[in-house]
């Protein structure tokens, strides 16, 4: 879990805002009006994911006290397995003056699956009381190099997502399915993993005063 931006970030940009807007003021541009600064960020947002090994404890767990036979426990083992919600915490509002200065912003979903069966998963992006913001699914193949990353980007702009809607985030989940396979005990080495990146614009007018 990650929050939307550490305070030495903002910061680093105020500065960088500070010095711009410095160089504009000392600048004659000869009566060119309505000069804006626009910078970019890059923050990681939020981070979730499962070992093989923690699925294989999760499935003991469920079993556990059965009474089940060895070939039962096997099939369950190998059989296609649905995970408990994975849920990592976004807080895009931590920092008012950077969400202040927020033009655009692209989200980067990186993923691999190094576990020795192939999943898929469905991520929804939620704000309060549990509202979707969006969804999207991927399917993952098994024993991915971890060099492999899958990436969906989601772009929020005036539009279908906007940046108020990325204002409003504050929640990613994750659902996961493991196909049939491999009995898990046999191979409890690899992960799932799901980093989400944030691409932020930011636009600012030097003449309304400094941030």
Known sequence: ??????????????????VMSSCVKEMDFGGVKDIKLEPEMEIKV?????STEKIVSIIDEEIA???LSPQQ?????????SLPEQTAAVE?????????YLKSATLDFRMINTTPRNIKIKVTLS???GTTIDSFEEYLPMLMPPTDTIVNSRIFEKGTRTENDLKNLNEIKVEIT??????????PTGKFELSTIGFFNFSYDPSEGLP
């Open 127 to 129: 704000k309060g009381e």
């Open 65 to 67: 006290n059965k009474n």
């Open 1 to 18: 879990m990650r929050r939307f931006a550490q305070n030495h970030r903002f910061y680093i940009l105020i500065a960088f805002l500070l």
């Open 46 to 50: 939020a981070q979730t994911g499962i």
């Open 178 to 187: 493991a196909d049939a396979g491999t009995d898990l005990r046999m191979n």
């Open 73 to 81: 426990e096997k099939i369950i083992y190998t059989t296609q397995y």
């Open 92 to 100: 895009i509002t931590s920092e008012e003056q950077v969400v202040k």
